[in-house]
């Protein structure tokens, strides 16, 4: 089990874009934890990983729009 905080930290990704995940996950892959912090199960950590690896990154897409920029 690993919180919101943890799984994005762990993804390099921000808690807003792994709490709109969890958010999508059925209820019986998250629990909630002591002060109420949501913890997401095994199950749902497999799918949000598995998401996460169909996302083209940020960066990518970044430096694609600077070369264009440049090079115009």
Known sequence: EMTIKELADELG???QAI???V???PPTDTLVGINRAILVKADGIRKIKAWVSTQVPTESI??????IHLES
């Open 62 to 67: 970044n430096q694609v729009s600077t070369n």
């Open 13 to 15: 990704l921000s808690k």
């Open 23 to 25: 958010s999508k996950l």
């Open 19 to 21: 709490r709109k995940q």
